[in-house]
């Protein structure tokens, strides 16, 4: 409908604030609109957004039309939105303004029109939610001189002194390890997730999808349905990508109720305890001469001395002196074991132990409630992703065995899987993560 104040007739080029013409360069500009599109959703004359697009290009003609954009878009968003001669409710500054932002501070679990109800009433007047959001973005006020943003509610708690101390001395000793060894140096990164099978929106909270207005919604996007059953996951990768002909391991079991749960947690810790005194009692042993433990460790010291001296001749054949005659050399790769550090991890790796020792493997002081120091967890990410098409029709065992089958042929055999994870996991990224956490200070949110 033409505006009023016209007469009836559109508006031409000559009536338009700078707020409206900035608004017809930026949807020309910036979004590619069409002046016809333009002309019917402002009520303007059909020729009218083309004629103010020209002159404002003519009067830049001899320079960038940014800058004239740029100070056009500022005055549309200082200009408040609504009729001619209207006020806005809520200015900025005002102590309305600092009320409503106190309150959506306050009340931050809240969704913003219900932590905000209460101050709109007593001030007797109804906002938008936009215009609530434009507030809580753009206003300031003595309390709060910032834009208010909508997080998410982190997993981990707060670190403290102590835990920041430790994701330090784990930094330093990332780049510390990469200076010393590196190319030869492969980081194995381990842990476990458990993921549903068979349903459908298991994330929670409500779906939205775009529709026809009216248009029933179950014709558009899928109801939510329980998963069938639950599959612990208990994987591995690696930073050396260049093993894509070996199978990344992956044990996969359908999850316990939580009485099966108790009882294998229960049988670990008596394993794990049994594991604990037989180490003391080697230990024992091996400070006691002609035991077995003795001279195992006698033997060990002879082949330490034995490499050191052929290095040493190595280098000096190679015509190197001072410190670097004392360079030592490594035959195989050198391989650190990356998990956090939970306490069923330290009873596995107790009970492991003797494996462990058998293959060499170091593990990576990796810091208490630093899970964003750990990749493996995009990893998983992308895993949870090809398993949302996967159909469950019934909770038989075979059922449970085609599943268990299904995740461990992604993990180890899928060509796009590794692509992903090689992505994930360049040899340098270690390296790069450390250096982004340190020149982040240390973040408590740090993402790498």
Known sequence: MPPHRNGGRPNSSRNLTEAQKGAIVALHKLSGTEFAYIAGAMGLGISTPQRVYSNVEKACADASLEPSLNNLLATVHNTPIGPPG???????????????????????????????????????????????????????????DYAIVRGVRPK????????????????????????????????????????????????????????????????????????????????????????SSLKRPCLVWVAEEEEDREETLERVRKANERARKLVDNKRARASVAGTQEERALREINRNILHRNKAA???????????????????EWDLVFLVQDNVYLHGLGLRYCAPEIEEKDIRFAPHSPNSPDLHPIERCFGRLEGLLQDYEVKSTSKQAKNDAVAFVQAIWQEDETMRQYMANQLHPDHFKKVAKACEQAEYNENFTA
Not at 112 to 140: C, F, N
Not at 178 to 201: H, M, Q, W
């Open 86 to 144: 209207a006020e806005a409710k809520v200015r900025n500054g005002s102590t309305l303004s600092a009320q409503i932002r106190n309150a959506i501070i306050q009340f931050g679990t809240y969704d913003i029109e219900e932590a905000t109800l209460h101050v709109l009433q007593e001030a007797g007047i109804t906002v938008s939610r936009p215009t609530l959001i434009k507030i809580a973005h753009e206003h300031r006020d003595q309390d709060h």
């Open 156 to 243: 981990k708690p707060e670190l403290d002194d102590e835990d920041i101390d430790r994701r330090k001395r784990y930094v330093a000793w990332i780049l510390t390890t990469y200076k010393r060894f590196a190319p030869r140096l492969i980081f194995v990164c381990y842990d476990e997730t458990s993921k549903s099978i068979g349903g459908r929106n298991n994330r929670g909270g409500k779906q939205y999808v775009w529709r026809p207005r009216g248009a029933p919604a179950n014709n558009y996007a899928l109801p939510y349905r329980p998963p069938a059953f639950n599959l612990m996951i208990c994987a591995a990768t690696s930073t050396d990508t260049t093993l």
């Open 312 to 330: 040493k001749a190595a280098n000096q054949a190679a015509g190197k002196k001072g410190a670097a005659l004392r360079a030592g050399w490594h």
